[in-house]
């Protein structure tokens, strides 16, 4: 195998005591030979480090790691840009350290990205195991295990402009692409949304139907506190990552598709009482031209900052 196919895995672990052993033995199962695996563990206070060495002291002969143990938290977009700048793969990937690998994952996205040269990064189907361990497809497929809908790549930009519509673990990035565009923004508190829509501006993505990941979904994960009653981390990172699509988006096409995001997060971010990112999306809704009864009473709600979350908590 030629060097140039490495793939490099970035893993960063925080208080995952429970799960990084699985998730450090899915990347030693990957078919696909040619990796790297780089562990940083960003100040866990748990049991993290303990289980990492211990995994490490019977499995360094299967493939080549290095390791980085952080006495102090690192926002997590400048620690992995800190990483993704050692890496020496054609191909990256961003392992979480409660997620798992499926052993043919790296195989089947590399052979896509090979026959698409120019593309950002390939994603696929993820199993999503949540917090009463019941599991789905983040597809909707059918009890063929075939997909309900066709994944279209041809207006992917508006696509993640509108909705949430890439299961972001399963993302294998080519490496000197994700370089060239500064890896993750350092400015924002989470990445995923950001670097989508960046990338899918001004490059293709290739999507391989395989199911390559297992996504937990639990209490301490980033995204349940998406909606935070009055203290949400992170609705101000959805603000900036709108205001930099606004700037972004060329057609009317894609102002509307911003018009339905700007929308979804507006209704959450005032049911959960977060009025500051809600009277910055109002704003932007207004300069991309909403007008709907629906949005000029959201608009109003942001100004008055009514408050009816406890509402909120109690139907979510």
């Given at each position: 195998?030629?060097?140039?196919?490495?793939?490099?895995?970035?893993?960063?672990?925080?208080?995952?005591?429970?799960?990084?052993?699985?998730?450090?033995?899915?990347?030693?199962?990957?078919?696909?030979?040619?990796?790297?695996?780089?562990?940083?563990?960003?100040?866990?206070?748990?049991?993290?480090?303990d289980?990492?060495?211990?995994?490490?002291?019977?499995?360094?002969?299967?493939?080549?790691?290095?390791?980085?143990f952080?006495?102090?938290?690192?926002?997590?977009?400048?620690?992995?840009?800190?990483?993704?700048?050692?890496?020496?793969?054609?191909?990256?990937?961003?392992?979480?350290?409660?997620?798992?690998?499926?052993?043919?994952?790296?195989?089947?996205?590399?052979k896509?990205?090979?026959?698409?040269?120019f593309?950002?990064?390939?994603?696929?189907?993820?199993?999503?195991?949540?917090?009463?361990?019941?599991?789905?497809?983040?597809?909707?497929?059918?009890?063929?295990?075939?997909?309900?809908?066709?994944?279209?790549?041809?207006?992917?930009?508006?696509?993640?402009?509108?909705?949430?519509?890439?299961?972001?673990?399963?993302?294998?990035?080519?490496?000197?692409?994700?370089?060239?565009?500064?890896?993750?923004?350092?400015?924002?508190?989470?990445?995923?949304?950001?670097?989508?829509?960046?990338?899918?501006?001004?490059?293709?993505?290739?999507f391989?139907?395989?199911?390559?990941?297992?996504?937990?979904?639990?209490?301490?994960?980033?995204?349940?506190?998406?909606?935070?009653r009055?203290?949400s981390?992170?609705?101000?990172t959805?603000?900036?990552?709108c205001?930099?699509?606004?700037?972004?988006?060329?057609t009317?096409e894609?102002?509307?598709?911003?018009?339905?995001r700007?929308?979804?997060e507006?209704?959450?971010a005032?049911?959960?009482?977060?009025?500051?990112?809600?009277?910055?999306?109002?704003?932007?809704?207004?300069?991309?031209?909403?007008?709907?009864?629906?949005?000029?009473?959201?608009?109003?709600?942001?100004?008055?900052?009514?408050?009816?979350s406890?509402?909120?908590?109690?139907?979510?």
């Amino acid at each position: 195998m030629e060097a140039e196919e490495l793939v490099t895995i970035i893993c960063i672990t925080y208080n995952q005591e429970k799960w990084i052993e699985e998730t450090l033995e899915s990347v030693k199962e990957q078919e696909y030979y040619y990796k790297e695996l780089i562990i940083v563990d960003n100040g866990s206070t748990d049991g993290t480090v303990d289980r990492i060495k211990h995994w490490l002291s019977q499995n360094t002969s299967y493939l080549y790691v290095t390791t980085h143990f952080l006495e102090k938290t690192k926002p997590y977009c400048q620690l992995f840009n800190d990483y993704l700048i050692q890496a020496k793969g054609k191909y990256v990937v961003d392992l979480s350290g409660d997620d798992v690998l499926f052993p043919d994952h790296i195989s089947k996205s590399v052979k896509e990205l090979k026959s698409a040269p120019f593309a950002a990064f390939c994603f696929s189907d993820a199993y999503i195991l949540d917090q009463i361990n019941e599991i789905s497809t983040f597809y909707p497929r059918n009890h063929a295990g075939e997909l309900k809908e066709e994944i279209l790549l041809t207006n992917i930009y508006e696509t993640l402009v509108k909705r949430n519509f890439i299961c972001s673990p399963t993302q294998v990035f080519h490496s000197e692409i994700l370089k060239k565009n500064g890896g993750y923004d350092e400015e924002l508190f989470y990445e995923d949304f950001d670097v989508q829509v960046r990338l899918a501006r001004n490059y293709p993505l290739v999507f391989s139907d395989h199911i390559g990941v297992l996504k937990r979904k639990h209490a301490a994960s980033m995204s349940e506190g998406q909606y935070k009653r009055y203290d949400s981390k992170m609705l101000p990172t959805t603000v900036k990552v709108c205001l930099k699509i606004e700037a972004m988006n060329q057609t009317a096409e894609e102002n509307r598709a911003l018009g339905e995001r700007v929308m979804y997060e507006l209704k959450h971010a005032l049911w959960s009482a977060n009025f500051d990112p809600a009277r910055e999306l109002a704003d932007l809704g207004g300069r991309i031209g909403l007008k709907s009864l629906r949005f000029k009473w959201y608009r109003l709600w942001a100004k008055k900052r009514w408050d009816i979350s406890w509402l909120y908590e109690k139907l979510t």
